[in-house]
């Protein structure tokens, strides 16, 4: 079981690893076009995802550290209750790395660098980096294996 933590591990380096290149590589508020639909921009995030709570003046800083905080000392848990349940282990696993990801960044710089830009004409998706993605993928294998027919633990 400890090997599959891992999984968190590499989700949390890579995530660090591309957020230093955008902070080296790219101006702040700069972006690159890498296709048609897709840039690479260098944001500022001081909320949450969408940039909920990031116009709050400071205070939402420390309310996501404690989030989160409580987000890695919860989730060890979750996965030993759900062990049999592969893909609540592996969306929990992948939760972990993201909050991971974006704690550091909170605790590091106080907001989180959003990097990733999707848009279609004049249809923008807002910044997010990897860490958000593995929050998103990963709540998303965790209701799917919460609602599938298994063994509860």
Known sequence: MLKLYLISVSTFILDILTKN?????????????????????????????????????????YFLITISIFAVIYIPWLINQYKKNMFVVLGLLLILGGALGNLYDRISYGFVIDFIYFHIDKLYWPAFNIADSAISVGVFLFLYGSFRNYKKP
């Open 21 to 61: 290149y955008v902070q080296k590589q790219i101006a702040f508020g700069e972006k690159v076009e890498i296709t048609s639909f897709l840039s690479f921009v260098h944001f500022q995030n001081p909320g949450a995802a969408f940039s909920f709570l990031s116009d709050q003046g400071g205070w939402q800083i």
